[in-house]
């Protein structure tokens, strides 16, 4: 095999007689990899195609050259996938939300979730819906105490369990035959679109395939890119990374904003040398977390719709590691109402840089199906869109030199943030 070459894999799905099960949809996942021992190494996706008949391929391109080794994992059989969507119940029992207020020396919790229903109270239920934001949610209405009064959101309970094996390691090796995959690549703009396999790490390093992506080697390149810029970043703890990250990067001086907690912001810090200014701030429930007050949370289609927007505004998005519990229409109204809120970004501001962050890999890695399947509605709602995909999922899959988590490691944030700021300061 030579680099440029692409790689077909047939997978046959049998059981314990090897007669080929004609399942149609088990979940696999499947990588290119070289490892290098005690440093990052080389890897890329493998794209799953389901001929709906038991049997399935995997492509690979081979994009470097050296010994490299073929992953394919099967994450859930389709019987399991049925069961733990039979497990999404229209009311999702197994997560509930609280809100909390203090009263003199008393501690008052009241349940909350998306439909009253799941509440099973027949006492009065507090409405805070807003559908404009795409979100609907409910909570018991203490006695004596307004559905107006501010209070703090938090979690009850939550449970998870692991799933999903290894089924194959195919090692062979790749020769160079001159060919470069990273030849004529475009400049980074927005509204490109991102092919199947949008990238691959080589040595550790991530080369983007949808265009010339930067690497920074030191502040000052960060700096001098990010120079005038505000950055709005929103959603969850796995967007919160970015506005960590950056602020270690650049040094920057954080503002604390009253009664905010580090773990849901509101969030603030600023490079008053450079004019650069980050911020970061949750979506709205559902959302795990530690209490938090009522007042600082919003939906983030609504804070959006607070941005003016122009030529040095930055947006990143990314919502989904909360949303994996509940059944997908409750995620795809939420993700309509973004949509309709950057599209009223981008009319009035056209020059303003959405960038849409898409999920990462999970833990348990059984979660991830629930997750992949977020994703795929996230793609398809911005699909076409002047927009920016930052391709989280790829980036932390394709890697393998760290324990999957929830919460990639430092590197691989770092490579995110250096793709998104090839779209602020395009090569």
């Known amino acids: 095999y030579s680099v440029g070459d692409t790689l077909h894999i047939a997978i ?8 080929i099960v004609t399942n149609i949809g088990d979940f696999f996942r499947a990588s290119i990899l070289t490892k290098v021992k005690g440093k990052a190494g080389s890897g890329a996706v493998g794209i799953i195609t389901d001929h709906q008949n038991g049997t399935y391929t995997a492509t690979f391109r081979l994009l470097w050259e050296g010994e490299v080794t073929i992953k394919i994992q099967l994450v859930l059989t389709k019987q399991s996938i049925d069961v733990r969507e039979r497990n999404i119940p229209k009311y999702p029992m197994h997560v509930m939300f609280l809100k909390r207020y203090i009263v003199g020396n008393d501690t008052i919790d009241t349940e909350c979730n998306v439909d009253p229903d799941i509440l099973k109270t027949t006492s009065a239920v507090c409405n805070y819906s807003d559908p404009h934001a795409g979100a609907w949610w409910y909570c018991e209405k203490p006695a004596n105490i307004s559905c107006d009064k501010p209070g703090d959101y938090g979690i009850s309970t939550s449970a998870t369990k692991k799933y999903g094996h290894w089924i194959s390691h195919v090692p062979f090796s790749i020769f160079n035959t001159g060919r470069d995959p990273l030849a004529n690549r475009r400049r980074c703009v927005q509204g490109l679109a991102t092919p199947q396999i949008s990238g691959f790490y080589r040595n550790g390093v991530w080369n983007s395939l949808v265009c010339k992506n930067r690497h920074f080697s030191s502040r000052v390149d960060w ?21 960590e990250h950056l602020v270690r990067i650049m040094n920057m001086t954080e503002t604390h904003i009253p009664d905010a907690i580090s773990k849901t912001g509101p969030l603030l810090a600023r490079d008053t040398v450079n004019n650069i200014t980050l911020n970061y701030r949750t979506h709205g429930p559902p959302r795990l977390c530690p209490f938090t007050r009522t007042f600082l949370i919003k939906y ?10 122009g030529p040095n505004d930055v947006v990143g998005i990314t919502i989904w590691a909360h949303f994996n519990s509940y059944p997908r229409e409750v995620y795809r109204k939420r993700m309509e109402a973004v949509r309709a809120a950057i599209e009223r970004l981008l009319h009035r501001s056209p020059e303003t840089l959405v960038v849409i962050k898409s999920a990462n890999t999970n833990t348990p890695i059984s979660a991830s199906w629930r997750v992949y399947k977020l994703d795929l509605i996230m793609r398809e709602m911005f699909r076409g869109m002047n927009v920016v995909l930052v391709d989280a999922w790829e980036m932390t899959i394709a890697q393998h030199w760290h324990v999957e988590a929830i919460h990639p490691e430092e590197d691989i944030i770092v490579q995110e943030l250096e793709f998104l700021c090839s779209f602020i300061c395009p090569l």
Do not use: H, P
């Open 12 to 19: 046959f799905a049998k059981d314990t007689k090897n007669n």
């Open 223 to 243: 700096q001098q890119c990010l120079k005038g810029k505000t950055l709005y970043f929103m959603g969850d703890s796995t967007i919160r990374q970015w506005w």
């Open 300 to 309: 983030v289609a609504n804070t959006i719709d607070e941005i003016a927007g």
